[in-house]
């Protein structure tokens, strides 16, 4: 297995190769764009790095910190952000936080998302549009995931939190602001009534996120993830349980192609 050094250094040379048989004509930059698009990987023994995935997908490998030890996701971390200026890791351990912030000043750590976040792009701009609301109270730590993945793609993100509908009267109020977004993530548990009565009251999409809160009939998210699939109200995407990532991406990538017309 090659060290660090030598599959970056692997990786610019095959980089400069391209590069130069564009510049003699021997490559047009059609050809050289799919070359471009398998950029190679590095092995790491226990993970295998997609360096890569920004050029492909618009955004760089995220790291799912659940089930890895703290030094694995420091070193995966290290490793990414050699090639990305940007760095998310979702399912952070309080003790891998401590050792990625520790070891990068620009690290933030976000303990409710449970998320740590590197931003080194300079960009400022960040795109309006995505609205995140939930339920409940006990619903903010997945609608955190959801906002901080969407921060971190270049979103500015407005956040309603505990309007569900049990108190139907807390969601009307906030229909003027909702009625402004351009996409809408709904995060809930219980029976996830909500996202089917905001798809119902606007005209953006609504992306549903079905939470595990609920007591023992809710069987830990199935019970809302059944109602948001079965939702008669149209617009309405549902993904997985818990899966306030899954919603943030999903968010960003459409907000990234209405602002910019479809253009990559």
Not at 6 to 12: G, K, P
Not at 79 to 99: F, G, Q, V, Y
Not at 124 to 148: C, H, K, N, Q, Y
Not at 154 to 176: C, Q, S, W
């Amino acid at each position: 297995m090659p060290e660090p050094a030598e599959a970056s250094n692997a990786n610019l040379s095959w980089l400069r190769s391209i590069l130069e048989r564009v510049r003699s004509g021997e490559l047009s930059v059609a050809d050289a764009t799919i070359e471009l698009s398998h950029l190679p990987y590095e092995e790491l023994g226990f993970a295998t790095l997609d360096h890569h995935r920004n050029l492909r997908l618009g955004f760089p490998e995220v790291i799912f910190g659940q089930g890895k030890t703290p030094q694995q996701v420091f070193e995966i971390a290290r490793r990414l952000l050699s090639s990305s200026a940007k760095l998310l890791i979702t399912r952070i351990t309080p003790e891998a936080a401590t050792l990625v912030t520790g070891a990068f000043a620009d690290a933030v750590y976000n303990p409710v998302a449970r998320t740590v976040t590197v931003d080194r792009s300079g960009d400022t701009s960040d795109l309006p549009g995505i609205t995140v609301i939930t339920g409940g109270t006990a619903d903010i730590p997945i609608a955190e995931e959801a906002a901080v993945t969407a921060s971190i793609m270049g979103n500015h993100v407005e956040k309603y939190f505990d309007i569900g509908v049990a108190g139907l009267h807390r969601t009307i109020a906030r229909l003027p602001q909702l009625r402004q977004a351009s996409i809408i993530i709904v995060v809930a548990g219980m029976e996830g009534a909500l996202a089917s009565v905001i798809g119902g009251l606007v005209a953006c999409p609504v992306i549903a996120v079905p939470t595990s809160i609920g007591y023992g009939a809710g069987f830990n998210g199935l019970a809302p993830l059944l109602t948001m699939l079965n939702s008669c109200a149209p617009g309405v995407a549902v993904v997985n349980i818990d899966n306030g990532f899954g919603a943030g991406y999903l968010a960003g990538i459409i907000n990234r192609q209405r602002i910019s017309g479809g253009e990559a």
